[in-house]
């Protein structure tokens, strides 16, 4: 830490040097993520593993049951049958475990998701402040840079961008577009790397995915679906006036 602290205060240069450290915080938090996804999917095929073997003796067990049944004294019937239950409570308990470890899982990528995204938000916020101090320094440019910076600001890619200024079904987690992104630029990064994982985030679109780059919502207000990825239906621009998506033009058209 002190051979950290010390290179720092050597080759710091005013933001630049805190852009770059950022980056390698960034990368080196996400070096052993492969290794831990590759342990839980390692544990995962034990317990499909285990699972199967204990089916497997639950078929036996129930063979020999039946086909010994009517031999059996009161006693050993209720002994085999208990036997039979455990093994099921077995199978149930390896079933459980597996879906834990499957949640445990995706909060692990879904926190490393989000810690990348705190550090893309500092990266952004020290890239313009940097851009802000040079319009500031240069001379008879400065009103140009500076409107220049704020069509880029407005058209800002954050996570989840929408192509209509209404609030989407996810306005409870955030907005769309440009005031997505000035929330992230105005928080404290470790107000953002406190943000609560959700792992039961909304899907949209025909890919029932959840929200990601340029989405367009369908102008029919009863549309089961909404919102739209553009590649996912054929979209590279915004077009002109309403538009509807594949399935309410379906609908649309059956009604004529």
Not at 178 to 194: A, G, N
Request: with cysteine; aromatic share 8%.
């Amino acid at each position: 830490m002190a051979t950290l602290e010390a290179s720092f205060v050597v080759s710091y240069k005013p933001r630049q040097s805190y852009t770059s450290l950022s980056v390698r915080l960034c990368v080196s938090g996400i070096e052993n993520l492969p290794c831990e996804l590759q342990r839980n999917f390692q544990l995962m095929r034990e317990l499909d593993q285990r699972t199967e073997d204990k089916k497997a003796e639950i078929d036996i067990l129930a063979a020999e049951y039946i086909s010994t049944v009517k031999t059996l004294s009161p006693e050993q019937r209720v002994e085999r049958l208990q036997k039979i239950q455990t093994a099921y409570s077995k199978c149930k308990e390896y079933s459980d475990d597996k879906v834990q470890l499957a949640m445990q899982t995706y909060e692990m990528v879904d926190k490393h998701i989000r810690r990348l995204d705190a550090d893309l938000a500092r990266f952004e916020a020290d890239l313009k402040d940097k851009m802000e101090g040079s319009d500031f320094e240069s001379s008879g440019g400065r009103g140009l840079k500076k409107g220049r910076g704020q069509k880029e600001k407005r058209g800002s890619r954050g996570r989840g961008r929408r192509t209509s200024e209404e609030d989407t079904p996810k306005k409870k987690k955030h907005k769309g577009g440009s005031e997505f992104t000035d929330t992230i630029l105005s928080v404290h990064p470790s107000d953002v790397l406190d943000m609560p994982v959700d792992p039961n985030e909304p899907t949209y679109c025909l890919c029932h995915q959840v929200s990601y780059g340029e989405m367009i919502g369908c102008d029919n207000p009863d549309c089961p679906i909404e919102w739209f990825h553009f590649a996912c239906v054929d979209l590279t621009t915004k077009p002109k006036g309403k538009w509807f998506c594949p399935r309410c033009v379906q609908e649309r058209r059956k009604k004529k």
